[in-house]
């Protein structure tokens, strides 16, 4: 190796010691359905996101008790004398 | 699946091993929306390289490099919307790899000062990794394999880019979020350090 000094014997010797490598196709393909999953995750209207969707329901059925309970009181006051 | 979506093969040169250049503005018009079919096709066509960038940089480790390889394409899939067309999406994919192997080895970094037993088993393995490359390669390859792991990660980083992805100052230099004249400093730095590791006299 002592007639190593140019940058050509530095490119050479880099290249032999880091040949291309490559993912094993089981990791690959594991990746690309995660990618694709996180694609229409991201892709997917804002309102049927995951957190977005539950914060919705949760409005509507917070808002559906209340004007039950709102109902109840109502009625509960016009049947009284 | 790829297979669910009309994935669009427009994108790549005969090679398939980059996306040619006429078709690379469509391309991008596509990722920023988050195309399915565009994103297999990044993914399709990167993969390996960013996977053998990334291999070598992390001391050729298969589970390391492959959970960077993940963080990259995730965080590229996120910042997608964000991508302005100032560098190549090779360079670009490249600059988030680099900077996931550098936040790999900070946390690395960080968690070192609780492990005892642990370092000593990698430590372990390095040594089995260092015995079978020497029986598979041969002295000379082996010895550079060495050297370049024992390298600073920012030399080392530098080094594969020039070196083995053969890439020029100006592409190394957005990848590494350097100036150029920065990056050439760095380069003859990185060299000079290979060379006091591999025992052999400098450039004149």
């Known amino acids: ?81 | 699946m790829a297979q669910t979506y009309k994935i669009r093969a427009v994108y790549n040169t005969p090679m398939a091993d980059s996306i040619s250049k006429t078709n690379e503005a469509q391309f991008i018009k596509d990722l920023r929306r988050r195309d399915p079919g565009a994103v297999a096709q990044l993914y399709n066509t990167y993969a390996d390289r960013i996977y053998s960038l990334v291999f070598h940089q992390v001391g050729r480790n298969h589970e390391v490099a492959q959970d960077i390889v993940q963080e990259t394409f995730v965080a590229a899939l996120k910042s997608a919307t964000k991508f302005r067309n100032q560098s190549k999406v090779y360079t670009w994919l490249c600059s988030i790899a680099n900077n996931k192997v550098s936040d790999f080895y900070r946390r690395q970094k960080r968690q070192a000062k609780y492990q005892t037993m642990e370092a000593l088993e990698a430590d372990q393995i390095g040594d089995e990794t260092l015995a079978a490359d020497f029986a598979e390669t041969g002295e000379r390859q082996a010895d550079a394999r060495q050297a370049l792991s024992s390298l600073p990660l920012h030399y080392r980083q530098v080094l594969i880019l020039k070196y083995v992805e053969e890439m020029p100052v100006l592409q190394i230099s957005k990848i590494m979020g350097r100036s150029p004249k920065s990056i050439e400093g760095l380069l003859t730095r990185a060299r000079k350090e290979l060379r006091a590791k591999l025992a052999i006299p400098s450039e004149g």
Request: neutral net charge; charged residues 20%.
């Open chain 1, 1 to 81: 190796m002592a007639g190593l000094t140019g940058e050509n014997e530095i490119r050479e010797l880099l290249k032999s010691a880091c040949p291309p490598a490559a993912p094993s196709p089981e990791f690959k393909d594991q990746l690309l359905q995660d990618l694709t999953h996180r694609v229409e995750g991201l892709t997917r209207p804002r309102w049927r996101q995951p957190k977005v969707g539950a914060s919705i329901a949760a409005a509507v059925i917070s808002a559906a008790i209340g004007y039950g309970i709102w109902l109840g009181q109502a009625m509960e006051a016009t049947l009284l004398p």
